[in-house]
């Protein structure tokens, strides 16, 4: 079944261009789990084919992925936690990530909703406790906004560089997100080690704050 979604969202973004990179992309970023990596690197290798333009892939995708995260924040913010919980799963949103998601919020902030953006995982599940805690929506909309835009220039940047040397990858979606995976291990990488500094910043910044106030 993943295997006949993956082709058909391969093809989209074949046939329709600039709207299906902007339509899976905004499904990335709710709850439907369309890998990016199906969607920004084959747009990439389109591109240099001169079907499209790199710029113009970076920012469909960058588009759909806002669009896809202000619904998903407006719709957590309307529904509310106990809904969500309580029916989430049904959606593919078990308790477990939604609360992993929320911790996050609660923990790094507005600078935590940018990082996820470039995370697995958390990535697509942000939106929902940042609609849930109330955040405001304008800096909401501005770190999302930039956080998906590194994400869909990184991976529309790897498309090109992987796919301009291995072609044969357009023909198997399975293949290209195995290798834009590995080829990305140390980005991810490096992105967590910012959310780790930053962590231990904040944690200083609270126990100095904590000290004071109780002196």
Same mark, same amino acid.
């Given at each position: 079944?993943?295997?006949? %979604?993956?082709?058909?969202?391969?093809?989209?973004?074949?046939?329709?261009?600039?709207?299906?990179?902007?339509?899976?992309?905004?499904?990335?970023?709710?709850?439907?789990?369309?890998?990016?990596?199906?969607?920004?690197?084959?747009?990439?290798?389109?591109?240099?084919?001169?079907?499209?333009?790199?710029?113009?892939? &970076?920012?469909?995708?960058?588009?759909?992925?806002?669009?896809?995260?202000?619904?998903?924040?407006?719709?957590?913010? %309307?529904?509310?936690?106990?809904?969500?919980?309580?029916?989430?799963?049904?959606?593919?949103?078990?308790? #477990?990530?939604?609360?992993?998601?929320? #911790?996050?919020?609660?923990?790094?902030?507005?600078?935590?909703?940018?990082?996820?953006?470039?995370?697995? +995982? +958390?990535?697509?599940?942000?939106?929902?406790?940042?609609?849930?805690?109330?955040?405001?929506?304008?800096?909401?909309?501005?770190?999302?906004?930039?956080?998906?835009?590194?994400?869909? %220039?990184?991976?529309?940047?790897?498309?090109?560089? &992987?796919?301009?040397?291995?072609?044969?990858?357009?023909?198997?979606?399975?293949?290209?997100?195995?290798?834009?995976? #590995?080829?990305?291990?140390?980005? +991810?990488?490096?992105?967590?080690?910012?959310?780790?500094?930053?962590?231990?910043?904040?944690?200083?910044?609270?126990?100095?704050?904590?000290?004071?106030?109780?002196?």
């Amino acid at each position: 079944m993943l295997h006949e %979604w993956m082709r058909i969202w391969f093809s989209w973004v074949e046939n329709w261009g600039y709207t299906g990179v902007f339509v899976l992309m905004a499904m990335e970023s709710s709850i439907i789990p369309v890998p990016s990596e199906v969607v920004m690197p084959p747009a990439a290798f389109w591109a240099a084919q001169g079907k499209m333009s790199f710029s113009g892939v &970076v920012l469909a995708g960058t588009l759909g992925s806002y669009f896809g995260s202000a619904i998903s924040y407006w719709i957590s913010q %309307w529904l509310g936690l106990p809904l969500l919980k309580r029916y989430g799963k049904y959606v593919l949103l078990p308790e #477990d990530k939604l609360e992993l998601a929320q #911790d996050w919020v609660l923990k790094f902030g507005m600078p935590g909703i940018f990082v996820a953006r470039l995370l697995p +995982v +958390v990535r697509h599940l942000i939106s929902i406790p940042a609609g849930i805690l109330r955040m405001p929506f304008g800096k909401f909309s501005l770190v999302t906004t930039v956080g998906a835009g590194l994400w869909c %220039w990184v991976l529309a940047w790897f498309g090109q560089e &992987v796919i301009g040397n291995r072609p044969e990858l357009i023909e198997s979606p399975e293949a290209m997100v195995a290798v834009m995976k #590995d080829k990305l291990h140390w980005f +991810v990488a490096a992105v967590l080690a910012m959310a780790v500094l930053y962590g231990i910043v904040l944690w200083f910044k609270t126990s100095a704050r904590r000290k004071k106030a109780a002196a």
